[in-house]
């Protein structure tokens, strides 16, 4: 079982940190192979909670070594900030190893991504503001500087200063802003930032496949999710990279013939923050980006879409926005079963739906007359689609201190069952609460 990928099947925020977390416990590796510090994985060991943006959610463990992927892209300041962070509360990063091809994410990239959703007015995606998008962009135009950069202060300042002249002119001319100060850059980059990072970059592609070779078990943690991906998720409402488990290949540097097991992470229902359709969305009584409208839905929907937010405490581990909630959406989640190929899935948040008289499933959508099982790719038809739901049986006894599959609510069991008989693939581990010891593994006796 060499190597695992933890993957988001929704759109982010599934609980990927906490399950990273638990499943690296029997891991040598963890690596992140894409996004940045848009993510948000919160892991909560003994009480404790971290909320970690770049680092792989498998660094609380000394046996672990922690890898950020070429496909990452990288604010160094945030990463040297996340490190002392985490030594502040008695964990060590030393082991911590860095791609010297990851990309760096500069001051210009975070203040187009920023002017370019407010040029977007009441069209904008919704961004976490990190600089994502503008980072992946010059990385495809081949323009971007890398990781390796900081470590030739004569290469870094000339590529700093053939993109800062572009980047100054449209700042100046297309967006009406005074230039950021290259010099002022180089010299937090190279006199700040490169002496601290040094001895963590690494030519991790020789490192991952070493490990491979020595049998050894490496995870790879997907950050965001499927339905954000670049290519795949419900674009232009995605984030600039590939979460989706094939992301593994290009992100990390291994072929797809290593890949064995894919756990697909999803919540016992949905959540979404930011622009973009969502069929199963539920109105809520406050605001959320780009949410649905309460004007026009029933008191019953807007409970249920409250009941998700307060008591799912769906808030944004980054930047603190509100979610949007909604019921689960098997129509999605069969597609994410084919892009990622999933050989299993993993389910957060079950003790959420606690206590309520019944839950749904969307099983399939009704678009412009025409039932349909399967996400239309064009996205219009996901606009219009309304979703068909099955109703199930509720369970009033709460779930979050049982520890074994046989021990849950039959109800609970059968709204289980349902999800793997919609997909197709089984539920492994389930969510019952936050904690890392909050789990039940399905099939596997009481631990
Ligand atoms: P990620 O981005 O996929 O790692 O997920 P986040 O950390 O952004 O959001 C998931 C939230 O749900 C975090 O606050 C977790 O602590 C929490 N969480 C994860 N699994 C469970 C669960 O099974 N039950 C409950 N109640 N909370 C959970
Ligand atoms: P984790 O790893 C949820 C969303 C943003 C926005 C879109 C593009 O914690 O699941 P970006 O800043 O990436 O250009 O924003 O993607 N987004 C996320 N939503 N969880 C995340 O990460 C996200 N990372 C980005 O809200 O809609
Ligand atoms: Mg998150």
């Known amino acids: 079982m060499p190597a695992t990928v933890m993957v988001g099947t929704q759109w982010g925020d599934e609980g990927k940190g906490k399950f990273t977390d638990l499943v690296a416990k029997e891991m040598h590796l963890v690596v992140r192979y894409q996004g940045g510090h848009n993510a948000g994985h919160t892991l909560v060991v003994d009480g404790q909670s971290f909320a970690l943006q770049l680092c792989p959610s498998g660094i609380l463990y000394d046996h672990i070594t922690p890898v950020i992927g070429?496909?990452?892209?990288?604010?160094?300041?945030?990463?040297?900030?996340?490190?002392?962070?985490?030594?502040?509360?008695?964990?060590?990063?030393?082991?911590?190893?860095?791609?010297?091809?990851?990309?760096?994410?500069?001051?210009?990239?975070?203040?187009?991504?920023?002017?370019?959703?407010?040029?977007?007015?009441?069209?904008?995606?919704?961004?976490?503001?990190?600089?994502?998008?503008p980072t992946y962009a010059d990385k495809a135009s081949r323009v971007g500087i890398r990781v390796q950069d900081l470590l030739d202060p004569d290469i870094f300042r000339a590529k700093l200063e053939l993109l800062a002249r572009e980047k100054n002119a449209v700042l100046a001319k297309v967006f009406n802003q005074l230039p950021l100060d290259p010099h002022e850059i180089a010299a937090e980059y190279l006199e700040i930032c490169a002496p601290r990072l040094a001895p963590h970059i690494a030519d991790t592609v020789t490192l991952v496949h070493e490990a491979l070779e020595r049998g050894e078990n490496v995870l790879f943690e997907g950050a965001q999710a499927t339905f954000l991906d670049l290519d795949h998720g419900t674009y232009p409402f995605v984030t600039s990279s590939n979460p989706v488990a094939g992301g593994v290949c290009t992100g990390a540097g291994v072929g797809p013939r290593y890949i064995d097991r894919v756990i697909g992470v999803a919540k016992a229902y949905v959540t979404r923050v930011g622009t973009g359709p969502f069929p199963t969305e539920l109105a809520i009584s406050t605001e959320a980006i780009g949410g649905k409208p309460a004007e026009h839905a029933d008191q019953e929907e807007i409970?249920?879409?409250?009941?998700?937010?307060?008591?799912?405490?769906?808030?944004?581990?980054?930047t603190g926005r509100r979610r949007r909630p909604g019921w689960f959406d098997a129509v999605m989640l069969r597609q994410a079963v084919r892009l990622n190929s999933l050989s299993e899935l993993a389910i957060t948040k079950l003790d959420i739906l606690d206590g309520l008289d019944t839950v749904k499933v969307c099983v399939a959508y009704d678009v412009n007359g025409e039932r349909v099982t399967?996400?239309?790719?064009?996205?219009?038809?996901?606009?219009?689609?309304?979703?068909?739901?099955?109703?199930?049986?509720?369970?009033?006894?709460?779930?979050?201190?049982?520890?074994?599959?046989?021990q849950l609510p039959p109800e609970a069991e059968a709204y289980l069952a349902f999800l793997e008989s919609?997909?197709?693939?089984?539920?492994?581990?389930?969510?019952?609460?936050?904690?890392?010891?909050?789990?039940?593994?399905?099939?596997?006796?009481?631990?």
């Open 70 to 133: 070429n496909g990452v892209v990288v604010d160094p300041r945030v990463l040297i900030a996340e490190m002392d962070m985490l030594i502040e509360r008695g964990v060590d990063p030393s082991r911590l190893r860095l791609s010297g091809n990851a990309h760096l994410i500069l001051p210009y990239h975070q203040e187009l991504d920023r002017l370019i959703e407010r040029r977007l007015g009441s069209r904008k995606l919704g961004t976490t503001k990190r600089g994502i998008g």
């Open 303 to 318: 409970r249920l879409g409250d009941h998700f937010v307060e008591v799912g405490r769906e808030y944004g581990t980054v």
């Open 374 to 406: 399967h996400l239309p790719y064009h996205q219009s038809d996901l606009h219009a689609a309304v979703p068909v739901y099955e109703e199930l049986p509720g369970w009033k006894t709460p779930v979050a201190s049982v520890t074994a599959g046989d």
């Open 422 to 447: 919609q997909v197709g693939v089984p539920v492994t581990l389930v969510g019952v609460g936050p904690g890392r010891e909050q789990f039940v593994q399905r099939g596997a006796a009481s631990r």
